[in-house]
Structures are given as structure tokens and as C-alpha cells.
């Protein structure tokens, strides 16, 4: 088991900025990877960035690249997502996810999910 936190979200004008943590406790050595989606009232659950634990490789949305970062501390076993110049259509719950095999870009691939943590974009 793996069991995943995460913090860091709140309320946020537009063009702001926030930075989401997830902390990952248990059995972190059976993970490949990381990511973070989001899930807004009424829609899918959409990916929004994920990390290669090892390597470090990164995958982002379109809709959140060259604005979001995601990166890891191995030492912590932590994953951060930096959200800059944030808009109104970011507003979601925001979960982080551990897993192994699959489409690292599809929830399938995750195994472990957090509780979510809400961010909140104000125009």
C-alpha cells in the first residue's frame, strides 16, 4: 500500500500563483510514477502532469503547459506541482495518484489516490 497527501491548496485571483505538495508514505519502491489530475463539479477526472520517480521524466496536459511544474524529492518522497499565471478554468480538486504500469497519461495507470485538495481560481 501507498498512501498519499496532499496540501498546499486555497483560493487564488487569477494570474496568481500556488504550489500543491504530495507526500507519498508505504510501499514508495513499488512506484514508477507520480502525476496529478484535477476534477471540476460536473466533469471527468483529467490528467494534468506526472513524473517518472526514477528518471524523472515529465508528461503535461496542454491545457497547463508552460505554466504548471512538476517536480520530486526523492529524499521526502514528495511531488510538487508549481500552478503559475492560474486561471478560472484551473478551479478543481486537485489529486495527486501513485502507479506502476499502463498509460502513464490515463487514471489506469494509478493504483493510489490522495484525498484531493481544492484550488480555487478567482477572475
Known amino acids: 500500500q501507498v498512501q498519499l497527501v496532499e496540501s498546499g491548496g486555497g483560493l487564488v485571483q487569477a494570474g496568481g500563483s500556488l504550489r500543491l505538495s504530495c507526500a507519498a508514505s508505504?510501499?514508495?519502491?513499488?512506484?514508477?510514477?507520480m502525476g496529478w489530475f484535477r476534477q471540476a463539479p460536473g466533469n471527468e477526472r483529467e490528467f494534468v502532469a506526472t513524473i517518472t520517480w526514477s528518471g524523472g521524466t515529465t508528461f503535461y496536459a496542454d491545457s497547463v503547459k508552460g505554466r504548471f511544474t512538476i517536480s520530486k524529492d526523492n529524499a521526502k518522497n514528495t511531488v510538487y506541482l508549481q500552478m503559475n499565471s492560474l486561471k478560472p478554468e484551473d478551479t478543481a480538486v486537485y489529486y495527486c495518484?501513485?502507479?506502476?504500469?499502463?498509460?502513464?497519461?490515463?487514471?489506469?495507470?494509478?493504483?493510489?489516490w490522495g484525498q484531493g485538495t481544492q484550488v480555487t481560481v478567482s477572475s
Open positions: 495518484a501513485a502507479g506502476r504500469s499502463g498509460n502513464l497519461r490515463h487514471k489506469s495507470f494509478y493504483n493510489y
Open positions: 508505504g510501499r514508495t519502491f513499488t512506484t514508477v510514477a
